[in-house]
């Protein structure tokens, strides 16, 4: 059937007119795929409507695909008008069908600039288009431009209005926000599922972090824990792993900010400097001493906080990766990502401790100076994380030492303060993690891993001043 | 880490019969899930036909692993999972969901049994339970039990054929497969070897 030109226009305007129709009877629908069916069923239409599923019959896609394209491509020459009902019909089958094409996402963003679409209809097409190309990047393209054009919307209505509506749209604003935000995160975690190490649908998870979310201490963080178990249930997933890395970094770039602005927002100007550890600040802590020191004081404790909670962070997320590397041999992932950590930790381990040794030089003499420097105040403990800043002589002793040394402080720490801290990840017990998977492992794959981490350990950490 | 289906079978003396599976197919699109269910159905029978009494096996097949332990007494289970899922935890399972089927279901029923006339319930169960190895089986870190090296990996389905035997034939030749499923087959051969078209 359907071999003339005539019979393929006729068939061709019936299908997509089905499609428009299915839409309108079921505004509900989810997914869209296609039907292998290699031959057509006498008189029926090759659109399939079950539950919220969009089928199509594979036998069409053939007449389809090329009709739509080519009529899209002389309306774009000019030469064949459409109007816009037929433009948004025609544009929504051809991405159904092939969403990387570029131009029919751009007529669809002229209708949008011209009013004439919705842009929730876009980022509904674009999911479905997800459903079955979770990876097409011309659609997560398209997505990031909606996304924007709304923020941008909103805002401006926002700023338009008097102080009192203000607040109350500032409320909406919020709560609009926090729905494209879960609404986005769906999209992503659906097209991640669909398909492993789906980068784009990763990135763009990010993008929308950076652009709606930057700063939000909790949003971060609860996507932190969320994503916790999807990565244990995807231990080879390289973007999603990349993804927590992320946030680990903007989590401990934000906590270690927030507590550095505070006393700004606490305290007189003439105080921020003393905040910041230059060399200026010497002068300003002995005036300081005498009047205004339990503010810096304050301020010191909040960073402290701050890297506290930066840190059981780290020490959460070495546990999550050694639990799952010995859990899940011999993947590669795993490995990289406890490089990733453990490189992030240490470099936000050296700052800490530059920035407390300038500290301790403007606070000395406080009786809770130890307690401020180091998150764990033992002496035992402070030797402990002086040598691992040495890797060299690191390397070179025997790890039982540190091991055996190491949680002892933290325990009796833990009676002391009733504060829970564990074991810092360092490079003795990163070396004591690999001697374990070596000694008990025999998947020569882990095994390989497992060297080229101790390598890397001894080379790049190792060799660092 | 997917399990997609647990099947248990009886391998006779020239073919074999399924006396039970369960599937998850969330993750597949929906119009491909029936065509999926029964390749995996038709890809599980081949393997017990193919594996000898008393061995186990793992054979790969693209992005999946197909995991076979069929007993002396002739009565099989296939695990189909990703190939991130541990091969380990797959085989206790198959050991788990053997040992329990004999114990429920009287021997004389394997050779004639099919899904409709086995009374046995737990298929389900097993399978969305172990979905999360790490919740299923607590022996997980526990690497030495089971002797990897008595397992046996075929790197595709291939090689469990005989010579001059071909999967597309097999394929075309089935009749538990659908004229859907054949297409959706075919397809997946020609996308598999080219770039995708739609």
Known sequence: ?465 | MKLYSLSVLYKGPTKSNLLKAAYDLSSFSFFQRSSVQEFMTFTSALIVERTTQGSRASVKEQEYLCHVYVRNDNLGAVVIADTEYPQRVCFTLLDKVLEEFSRQVESIDWPSGNPETINYKALDVHLAKYQNPREADAMTKVQAELDETKIILHNTMESLLERGEKLDDLVAKSEHLGNQSKAFYKTARKQNSCCEVM
């Open chain 1, 1 to 465: 059937m359907a071999e003339t030109e005539e019979e393929v226009d006729v068939l061709v305007q019936r299908v997509v007119k089905d499609i428009t129709n299915a839409f309108k009877r079921n505004p509900n629908i989810d997914e869209c795929g296609v039907i292998p069916c290699p031959e057509a069923r006498y008189n029926r239409s090759p659109i399939v409507l079950v539950e919220n599923k969009l089928g199509v019959e594979s036998w069409c896609v053939k007449f389809l695909l090329p009709y739509v394209h080519n009529k899209l491509l002389l309306y774009r020459q000019r030469k064949h008008w459409l109007d816009r009902e037929a433009l948004m019909d025609i544009t929504c089958t051809l991405l159904l069908l092939n969403p990387d094409f570029t131009t029919a996402w751009n007529v669809r963003k002229e209708l949008l600039q011209s009013g004439v679409l919705h842009p929730e209809k876009d980022l509904y097409l674009g999911k479905l288009a997800l459903s079955k190309f979770p990876k097409s990047p011309e659609t997560w393209i398209h997505r990031r431009m909606l996304d924007k054009s709304t923020k941008q919307q909103q805002q401006q209505q926002h700023y338009g209005e008097t102080e009192q509506a203000g607040a109350e749209r500032s409320q909406q604003l919020s709560d609009q926000l926090a729905r494209t935000l879960h609404q986005e995160m769906k999209v992503c975690s659906d097209a991640a599922c669909r398909y492993p190490s789906n980068y784009n649908a990763w990135s763009h998870r990010i993008w929308v972090l950076q652009h709606m979310a930057k700063g939000n201490i909790k949003v971060f963080h609860d996507e932190l824990s969320s994503m916790r178990l999807w990565v244990s249930m995807h231990v080879s997933d390289h973007s999603g792993f990349h993804y927590r890395q992320f946030l680990l970094k903007e989590l401990s770039t934000e906590l270690s900010q927030t507590s550095a602005c505070i006393p700004t927002i606490m305290t007189s100007p003439q105080h921020q400097s003393s905040t910041v550890p230059s060399s200026c600040s010497h002068n300003h802590s002995h005036t300081q001493a005498n009047g205004e020191l339990p503010g810096a004081e304050a301020a010191e404790d909040e960073r402290q906080l701050g890297f506290h909670t930066v840190f059981q962070l780290f020490h959460e997320e070495m546990e999550l990766c050694s639990d799952l590397i010995q859990s899940f041999p011999g993947h590669e992932t795993l490995w990289s990502h406890r490089r990733h950590v453990f490189y992030l930790w240490h470099n936000l381990r050296k700052e800490h401790q530059q920035h407390c040794s300038i500290n301790g030089g403007i606070m000395s003499g406080h009786p809770k100076d130890s307690d401020l420097c180091l998150p764990d105040g033992d002496a035992q403990s402070c030797a402990v994380r002086g040598e691992s800043v040495n890797g060299q002589r690191q390397a070179s002793e025997p790890m039982e030492v540190d091991g055996a040394s190491l949680p002892e402080p933290c325990d009796s720490k833990r009676l002391k303060r009733g504060v829970l801290l564990p074991g810092p990840p360092a490079l003795p017990s990163e070396h004591s993690f690999v001697s374990g998977v070596l000694d008990r492992c025999s998947n020569p794959e882990q095994r390989r891993f497992a060297l080229a981490y101790k390598k890397w350990l001894d080379t790049v950490i190792g060799q660092q001043p």
